[in-house]
């Protein structure tokens, strides 16, 4: 039992120590009252939202009479986009008992206000649901380029961690937050996400062991497997922008696996090396962790996952919590949400948090 747990600690003490080496400096918890976002920006085309509208809800006739809905600011860091925009559903109270809360993630370019339908089934159900907005997006976007530019900044000055990093910081700071709440209770905290977000619950719940139950959608994959096996394209294509700003200034005629080294390397130092699945998927364990792909995902090739879903069972075996790891790939489906994640993940977190 020592040695998982050791590891675990090893992990999450060194991811910590490369989080904070690009933080600005350290302000108090703060969560400050907003107002509703009437416009959100979306960075590319508006995703369907007909997958998350399937998840399973209370037949309540006159739910958003019955919802309570918090706009919140909590700051995390000095630094301007140390400001987390917070989007909170939850049933008024009839009591005081303390209730399972979630963190939903959206994907890339779109924003939480995209995650309202999602929040408000959770919500119907007696869960505190909290949806927010990554870095560079949402009300964290000052224009419609805003992750792009963030991202190309990175790689260039390499003095922020844009893709993933800093929104892992932001959710360890909002557990935080939300272990203090009244009406939640601190030991039953779940983490979701789609695509971007998916990798987001993936690394917020390796860092932070307050996220007792994670569900990533679409978004566990191999970093260096990849990079190995020249699978890397799915993903590269997807920040194309970046890679190719990175292929100029290497010289290179086309992107290749040293550019998509380098480039992870500069904005997530450890991505593709000691923070990669094969290590931090198996410091979860032992708490409940879901893992929904597609069997035909470019982005996150079924190959790159062999070696770390091996180390995940061998952990939760380790840890008496063999039933508590499951992954499923969904055949014919490539990088989309889909009715089915949305129901499977719902039953999880009923299973584990209710």
């Given at each position: 039992?020592?040695?998982?747990?050791?590891?675990?600690?090893?992990?999450?003490?060194?991811?910590?120590?490369?989080?904070?080496?690009?933080?600005?400096?350290?302000?108090?918890?703060?969560?400050?009252?907003?107002?509703?976002?009437?416009?959100?920006?979306?960075?590319?085309?508006?995703?369907?939202?007909?997958?998350?509208?399937?998840?399973?809800?209370?037949?309540?006739?006159?739910?958003?009479?019955?919802?309570?809905?918090?706009?919140?600011?909590?700051?995390?860091?000095?630094?301007?986009?140390?400001?987390?925009?917070?989007?909170?559903?939850?049933?008024?109270?009839?009591?005081?008992?303390?209730?399972?809360?979630?963190?939903?993630?959206?994907?890339?370019?779109?924003?939480?206000?995209?995650?309202?339908?999602?929040?408000?089934?959770?919500?119907?159900?007696?869960?505190?649901?909290?949806?927010?907005?990554?870095?560079?997006?949402?009300?964290?976007?000052?224009?419609?380029?805003?992750?792009?530019?963030?991202?190309?900044?990175?790689?260039?000055?390499?003095?922020?961690?844009?893709?993933?990093?800093?929104?892992?910081?932001?959710?360890?700071?909002?557990?935080?937050?939300?272990?203090?709440?009244?009406?939640?209770?601190?030991?039953?905290?779940?983490?979701?996400?789609?695509?971007?977000?998916?990798?987001?619950?993936?690394?917020?719940?390796?860092?932070?062991?307050?996220?007792?139950?994670?569900?990533?959608?679409?978004?566990?994959?191999?970093?260096?497997?990849?990079?190995?096996?020249?699978?890397?394209?799915?993903?590269?294509?997807?920040?194309?922008?970046?890679?190719?700003?990175?292929?100029?200034?290497?010289?290179?005629?086309?992107?290749?696996?040293?550019?998509?080294?380098?480039?992870?390397?500069?904005?997530?130092?450890?991505?593709?090396?000691?923070?990669?699945?094969?290590?931090?998927?198996?410091?979860?364990?032992?708490?409940p962790l879901y893992i929904l792909n597609g069997a035909k995902d470019p982005r996150n090739p079924l190959g790159g996952l062999v070696v770390p879903l091996?180390?995940?069972?061998?952990?939760?075996?380790?840890?008496?919590?063999?039933?508590?790891?499951?992954?499923?790939?969904?055949?014919?489906?490539?990088?989309?949400?889909?009715?089915?994640?949305?129901?499977?993940?719902?039953?999880?977190?009923?299973?584990?948090?209710?």
């Open positions: 039992m020592e040695a998982p747990i050791t590891g675990a600690e090893q992990f999450r003490s060194e991811f910590l120590r490369v989080l904070l080496s690009r933080r600005s400096s350290q302000v108090p918890l703060l969560a400050e009252s907003s107002k509703p976002v009437e416009n959100p920006v979306y960075q590319a085309d508006v995703p369907s939202t007909q997958a998350i509208e399937s998840c399973p809800r209370e037949d309540i006739g006159n739910l958003n009479e019955m919802l309570k809905e918090e706009n919140l600011h909590l700051h995390t860091e000095a630094a301007e986009q140390g400001r987390l925009p917070l989007l909170i559903l939850s049933l008024k109270k009839k009591s005081e008992e303390r209730r399972p809360a979630i963190v939903f993630m959206h994907g890339t370019n779109s924003n939480k206000e995209w995650l309202r339908p999602w929040l408000e089934a959770y919500a119907s159900r007696g869960y505190v649901a909290i949806g927010l907005d990554s870095r560079y997006h949402g009300e964290r976007a000052n224009c419609k380029t805003a992750y792009r530019d963030a991202l190309i900044s990175s790689w260039k000055n390499g003095n922020t961690m844009p893709f993933i990093f800093d929104t892992v910081w932001d959710l360890i700071k909002l557990a935080e937050y939300l272990t203090q709440r009244e009406d939640i209770d601190p030991k039953r905290i779940g983490i979701t996400g789609i695509s971007l977000g998916g990798m987001h619950a993936w690394f917020a719940a390796a860092a932070d062991t307050r996220y007792s139950v994670v569900v990533p959608l679409i978004g566990v994959q191999g970093f260096r497997w990849a990079i190995d096996n020249d699978e890397w394209e799915g993903r590269v294509n997807s920040l194309k922008p970046l890679f190719e700003e990175a292929r100029i200034d290497l010289g290179k005629n086309k992107i290749d696996k040293e550019v998509v080294e380098k480039v992870w390397n500069r904005i997530a130092p450890g991505l593709a090396s000691q923070f990669d699945s094969p290590y931090s998927l198996p410091v979860i364990a032992p708490r091996k180390r995940a069972k061998k952990a939760f075996k380790k840890t008496a919590s063999h039933g508590n790891f499951k992954f499923v790939a969904e055949e014919g489906v490539g990088h989309e949400l889909t009715s089915f994640m949305i129901k499977e993940s719902s039953d999880w977190f009923d299973k584990f948090l209710k």
